[in-house]
């Protein structure tokens, strides 16, 4: 429910006839009219999808069939994605193919959100499950296999994908690139997974650099380099001595300066601060027993921090959580079983939120709406 004040400032809006307009301006700026929290839900629309008031969806492909006004037939079990600014003012959405096999493609958008494009940007590699965008532009494209690898991808494949081995060879989930600090961390989807990161030899190169892992001894936390990143013969996540398990690493980003990730196998949300070099658990099932938020997966995080988490199966939803652990669903896909949530991401204006159904079948979405009015807590 929107705050008093915040009701109060649109009705003074509505009344001196410019609520529309200084309301589309606050929600693609991303400024919080009162930082209310999610509402109830709509009844499914068109789409299937139960949304917040005063947001609207499309579906924007499917798998196995042409993208609308394109060529290009939307590759099977869309995943991981993330949204990418253009030169002439529009974006693209990139997303994986979590197949045999794999690859990853991207719908073009025009500044006016029409779709003028589509296409390959990776091809010829294995079950690319998550990833992340890095701050000069291009799409990390994680391979989830036990000699998995990390793909530089460019968002609407003008130029070749670039593997980029000494990220490790593992089991890649997702990857969330750390401008602050420098380097890419990287979550690994096994029961024992380990957390990485990778430190770039100069940033914005990711030829050359070391790849570290997460280790706590004592309850002292550190970053240890891995010898081997190829992971041959000994895996990477066995390496170094008191390496930090993870139960089945999942999706990351960053929000206002900290990694933020999902581990499945206890349905838990982190938070890892890497000035205080601390790490909390933000969002606990076993804690925060409401029942709103299973199957943890992919991360999606808005221009203001606020953490949106997919889900793999469970209500089918895509859930804000707060720094207190409180969940609220913002998005639901109805009548789909067999399947999970993935790829949630912003456009560059903050203001249209897309992801995929998995399977059952493979769809892509686009939710548009004032998605500003959700801020993260002071």
Known sequence: ???????????????TGRGALVLAALGGTGLAL???????????????LRLQPDFTSRRIATAGAIVAGTDYVWHPFPDGGDCFR??????????NSEAIPGGAGY?????????????????????????????????????????????????IGAVPAQVRPLMGSFSHEAAAADPVQRCVYLTEDRTDGALYRFVPTSWGDLSAGTLEVLTEVLGALAW????????????????????????????AAMSNGRLVFTTKGDNRVWSYDPVANALTVLYDD??????????????????????YVAEDGGNMQIVLVRDSG?????????????????????????????????????????????????????
């Open 1 to 15: 429910m929107a705050h008093t004040d915040d009701l109060t400032r649109r009705r003074f809006l509505d009344l």
């Open 34 to 48: 009162g930082g209310c929290d999610p509402g109830e839900m709509t009844d499914p629309d068109a789409n299937g």
């Open 86 to 95: 253009l030169p002439d003012g529009g974006w693209s959405y990139v997303s």
């Open 107 to 155: 719908v073009r958008f025009a500044a006016d959100g029409t779709i003028v494009g589509a296409g390959r940007c990776l091809s010829d590699t294995l079950i690319n499950c998550a990833g992340g965008a890095t701050p000069w532009g291009t799409w990390l494209s994680c391979e989830e296999y036990a000699s998995g690898r990390v793909w530089e991808c460019d968002p």
């Open 224 to 251: 240890a380099p891995v010898s081997d990143p190829i992971g041959n013969p000994i895996a990477t996540r066995n390496q170094v001595v008191g390496t930090k398990r993870f139960n089945g690493g999942e999706g």
């Open 286 to 307: 076993d804690v925060q027993v409401n029942g709103l938020l299973n199957g943890v997966d992919n991360v999606g995080v808005s221009k203001r921090g606020v953490i």
């Open 326 to 378: 409180k969940a609220i669903p913002v998005v639901e896909l109805t009548g789909v079983t067999g399947s999970e949530i993935t790829g949630p991401a912003f456009d560059p204006s903050g203001t249209r939120l897309y992801f995929s159904s998995q399977r059952n079948p493979g769809a892509t979405y686009e939710v548009a709406g004032p998605w500003g009015r959700f801020t993260t807590p002071g």
